[in-house]
């Protein structure tokens, strides 16, 4: 039976880097730092190769606490890196930034895996951990923004409570750009996927339906929450 998504050979793969090499020229030839640039797209190649082993061991399980524990780590990380522009020390702000990911991305994720796709068993690996990794990346994303909009704002002794608004509205910019411009302008990544590997585009719309409801959510409700939690460390 041929199989419904083509196998990309690592030869053929390599003709994928020739726009690669041209920006990478063109960054030397106009004489800025392209060991940057280089060592990004080798860090994502290797990166990529990686986590394209791991998660095939990952999906194999059949234990709940292997999930348990890459949830946990992609929580921390997303929590620790959204903090990444802020000028407050990260130490400060971390456990808010945890809890309002936790919070604004967790329980959207519970909601997506048990009540809508309803899994079974409920810690399917191939459906928890990709849809985990959207869910919190954006939340992540959402906070970054909200925190750099409020630190300006504030920076320019804007009231909190007027502040807070504006940091909010800035962090939902991305995806309420999404919410408008998907099926127009883009087909997202989910619903590109699934019509390729033969899925009816009726099925990935409803797919892709769902993950644009739930990053929009996880994104609105995790900045929120930072904004709510944080007030002590903006207030003067």
Not at 189 to 204: D, E, K, N, V, Y
């Amino acid at each position: 039976m041929k199989p419904s998504v083509q196998t990309i050979p690592f030869i053929q793969l390599a003709l994928a880097f020739i726009p690669v090499i041209i920006v990478i020229g063109v960054i030397w030839k106009w004489g800025f730092n392209y060991m940057t640039h280089i060592y990004a797209v080798l860090r994502m190649l290797v990166q990529l190769l990686l986590i394209g082993y791991l998660l095939a061991f990952i999906f194999k399980s059949t234990t709940p606490y292997i999930v348990v524990i890459v949830l946990t780590v992609m929580l921390s990380v997303s929590s620790w890196i959204s903090l990444r522009t802020s000028k407050i020390p990260r130490k400060n702000l971390y456990l808010k930034s945890v809890a309002a990911i936790f919070i604004g991305g967790g329980t959207i994720l519970i909601l997506i895996t048990q009540f809508v796709l309803q899994l079974h068993p409920w810690y399917m690996p191939n459906y928890v951990i990709p849809l985990a990794g959207m869910i919190f990346a954006n939340a992540m994303n959402a906070v970054s923004l909200a925190i750099e909009r409020l630190e300006a704002e504030t920076d320019r002794d804007v009231p909190y409570d007027k502040a807070r608004i504006i940091a909010l509205r800035a962090s939902l910019i991305p995806i309420t750009n999404s919410l408008f411009a998907v099926g127009l302008v883009s087909l997202p990544g989910m619903m590109t996927g699934q019509i390729l590997s033969g899925i009816s585009p009726f099925i990935a719309a409803r797919y892709q339906i769902m993950v644009m409801c739930m990053i929009f959510g996880s994104a609105g409700i995790s900045s929120a929450c930072f904004l709510i939690f944080a007030r002590s460390d903006f207030i003067r």
